[in-house]
Nanobody, 124 residues
Framework: DVQLVESGGGSVQAGESVRLSCVTS????????VAWIRQVPGKGREGVAS????????YYADSVKGRFAIWQDNAKATVYLEINYLRPEDTASYYC??????????????????WGQGTQVTVS
């Protein structure tokens, strides 16, 4: 199983940027998908971005295209999510998760079996 540890959240002002990190371990060398999924209390999970570690191919939710960026540093086994021009509605717990393609798609939380503990981003 893949283990994931997030960091980088915090309280930020609207309009600023934040970079989240997800250190992975235990993944296979041929690659796997890592997604950033956010959740607001009382609401469902929303997949915002995903990357295939084998090819660097990325996928974004339409709602975040142009503001969110996902990439990886293979040497550090770390996947990053940068959120630019933060909005109050970006306030959420952000989780990174690892998995294989499924019938639900790469931005659906049901695709992912391994999850980190999450990191909170609060925008005011």
């Amino acid at each position: 199983d893949v283990q994931l540890v997030e960091s980088g959240g915090g309280s930020v002002q609207a309009g600023e940027s934040v970079r989240l990190s997800c250190v992975t371990s235990g993944g296979t060398e041929d690659g796997f998908y890592v997604a950033w999924i956010r959740q607001v209390p009382g609401k469902g999970r929303e997949g915002v971005a995903s990357i295939y570690t084998g090819t660097d191919r990325t996928y974004y939710a339409d709602s975040v295209k142009g503001r969110f960026a996902i990439w990886q540093d293979n040497a550090k086994a770390t996947v990053y999510l940068e959120i630019n021009y933060l909005r109050p509605e970006d306030t959420a717990s952000y989780y990174c998760a690892a998995g294989r393609p499924s019938k639900w798609g790469l931005l659906d939380s049901r695709t992912y079996q391994s999850w980190g503990q999450g990191t909170q981003v609060t925008v005011s």
